[in-house]
Nanobody, 125 residues
Framework: QVQLVESGGGLVQAGGSLRLSCAAS????????MGWFRQAPGKEREFVAA???????TLADSVKDRFTISRDNAKNTVYLRMNSLKPEDTAVYYC???????????????????WGQGTQVTVSA
C-alpha cells in the first residue's frame, strides 16, 4: 500500500521560506514521478511542481522563480522548497505519486495515482 506523508507546513510571513517534505513508502520510489499540488479554500486543486523518476522537473508559472522541487531516492523523499512566499500561496499542499512514471511532467491531476493527506501552508501579509 502506497503511503505519502507530507510535513513542513506552517505559518510564515510574506517573503519567508518553507521546505515541505513528502516521505513515501510502499512502492518503488525511484521509478515513480512525484508532484506537488495545492488547493486554496474555494478553489480547485492546482499543479505546483513535478519531478520525474530521472530527475527532470517542471514548475507552474506562478511559482517557477520562487519554488524548487527535488528528490532524494535514498530517503524515498521529495521536497518542495518555497522562497519569497506570498499570501496567495496559502493553501493545503499535497504530495502525489505517478506510480507508473509515465505522465509526471504533464502536471495533470489524473496522471498521479496516489495522494498524501496534505499539509497547510499559511502566508500572512
Amino acid at each position: 500500500q502506497v503511503q505519502l506523508v507530507e510535513s513542513g507546513g506552517g505559518l510564515v510571513q510574506a517573503g519567508g521560506s518553507l521546505r515541505l517534505s513528502c516521505a513515501a513508502s510502499g512502492h518503488t520510489f525511484r521509478r515513480s514521478g512525484m508532484g506537488w499540488f495545492r488547493q486554496a479554500p474555494g478553489k480547485e486543486r492546482e499543479f505546483v511542481a513535478a519531478i520525474s523518476w530521472s530527475g527532470g522537473y517542471t514548475l507552474a508559472d506562478s511559482v517557477k522563480d520562487r519554488f524548487t522541487i527535488s528528490r532524494d531516492n535514498a530517503k524515498n523523499t521529495v521536497y518542495l522548497r518555497m522562497n519569497s512566499l506570498k499570501p496567495e500561496d496559502t493553501a493545503v499542499y499535497y504530495c502525489a505519486a505517478d506510480l507508473n512514471g509515465i505522465a509526471t511532467m504533464t502536471g495533470r491531476l489524473d496522471a498521479f495515482n496516489s495522494w498524501g493527506q496534505g499539509t497547510q501552508v499559511t502566508v500572512s501579509a
